[in-house]
């Protein structure tokens, strides 16, 4: 039956073709759009696990940048016993730098600018985050926001974009910095940044004295169990602010990209309706068209069971190649967005097996009606039907 299936399809090679291309196009995209999920997925997962501290900001607040909270909220925390230290941070969207608005570079080029207590950052395990990521010339310092320039500190990406050394002056925001450090995180987020004094930065955000973005907190265990009751012990202490830990910061990034998934889903439902479309109209046009072979095939013996079979096994041929074909147009897509993405498409052995066996499933549920209506047809009408 099968090669009976194959003949029949390679008889109509265009609309074969049609509904075949259909198929594979729509699996290419949902393996392509998943794996830009995973992706990102991924690029978030590795970045927060870099951090390793506790992240306090405004309740309900997407990030730090959209955050503000009591600096007093810094003392109530420093004093309980199971945190280590603590520091004030300050935020904002480094919106334009050397006079390059930076959000219309690209979708992954928009930058951060973050103030530091020095003294604060002192009492983090090797002075913060970034500070353990310093890779040339020094870190901010007690007094620096009274220099002219201020000093700043770069990350190694953002020197090689905007063509920056140590001493270099640079624009951020329209205010005058000098780079005066260099560091290196690894992570596609997290390189994104600039790091300079407190007070210069709160005075930029436009925030009120007595405001701060965020703070930074090491908890004095690092187990998993030691940072969460680090963070229900910051909760209770500060009204108003959650306390993320890395994991808490994962699941709250991907809160927000439910939404996206929600999109992917979508469009991914979308691309397999239209392919399964394809397949019904093609398997009802061949059926038309068959209907004197499906009358002889009858009155030679065939069973209302053997005619169904032969549309079902043709839809399924549709299915299998356009699934195989779809699964190689799906990876060369991964393979491009790969090159011309600054993170690495996750295309995993699940997603490529799903959409080749959404494809064929589909395509088996769209040849479904073709097969019962060649099934009901009466032999004699059939062969003589003109």
């Not at 405004?58 to 603590?86: N, Q, Y």
């Not at 870190?139 to 974009?161: F, M, Q």
């Not at 602010?241 to 979508?266: K, S």
């Not at 799903?354 to 097969?371: D, E, R, S």
Request: glycine fraction near 14%.
């Amino acid at each position: 039956m099968w090669r009976f299936a194959y003949r029949n399809l390679r008889v109509r090679k265009v609309r074969t073709g049609l509904s075949f291309l259909g198929l594979a196009v729509a699996v290419a995209g949902v393996i392509g759009l998943v794996s830009l999920s995973a992706g990102i997925r991924e690029v978030l997962r590795s970045s927060l696990s870099l951090i390793g501290a506790v992240g306090v900001i405004r309740e309900k607040t997407m990030d730090p940048i959209f955050s503000s909270i009591p600096e007093t909220h810094l003392e109530a925390v420093r004093v309980l016993p199971e945190v280590r230290g603590a520091a004030a941070e300050v935020w904002i969207l480094a919106a334009n730098v050397e006079g390059v608005a930076t959000l219309t570079k690209s979708l992954f080029s928009a930058a951060a600018i973050g103030g530091v207590e020095p003294e604060g950052s002192r009492t983090l395990r090797g002075g913060g985050f970034y500070r353990r990521h310093l890779v040339e010339g020094r870190w901010i310092e007690p007094g620096d926001e009274l220099r002219d320039p201020p000093p700043v500190a770069v990350s190694r990406k953002l020197t090689h974009e905007y063509g920056k050394r140590l001493g270099d002056p640079i624009r951020i925001n329209g205010k005058q910095f000098e780079v005066v450090g260099i560091y290196h995180t690894g992570s596609l987020f997290l390189d994104q940044g600039f790091i300079a004094p407190f007070e210069v930065v709160r005075k930029l955000s436009g925030k009120a004295p007595g405001l701060v973005s965020n703070l930074q907190v090491d908890p004095m265990d690092t187990s998993e169990a030691g940072f969460e009751a680090a963070a229900h012990a910051i909760e209770r202490a500060c009204p108003g602010v959650e306390a993320l830990t890395p994991r808490r910061w994962l699941e709250h990034v991907g809160g927000l990209l439910g939404t996206m998934d929600v999109f992917l889903v979508a469009v991914s439902s979308f691309a397999f309706v239209v392919g399964a479309i394809g397949v019904v109209n093609t398997m009802l046009m061949s059926v038309s068209e068959r209907v004197r072979e499906f009358g002889i095939l009858k009155a030679v013996g065939w069973t209302r069971g053997d005619v169904a079979r032969l549309i079902v096994v043709e839809a399924a041929g549709l299915g299998v190649a356009g699934g195989i074909v779809g699964a190689g147009l799906g990876l060369a897509v991964v393979e491009i967005l790969g090159g011309l993405l600054p993170f690495e498409p996750l295309a995993t052995p699940w997603v490529i097996g799903a959409g080749a066996g959404g494809a064929l499933g589909l395509a088996v549920a769209g040849g479904l009606y073709p097969a019962w209506r060649a099934a009901s047809l009466d032999p004699v009408r059939a062969i003589r039907y003109e």
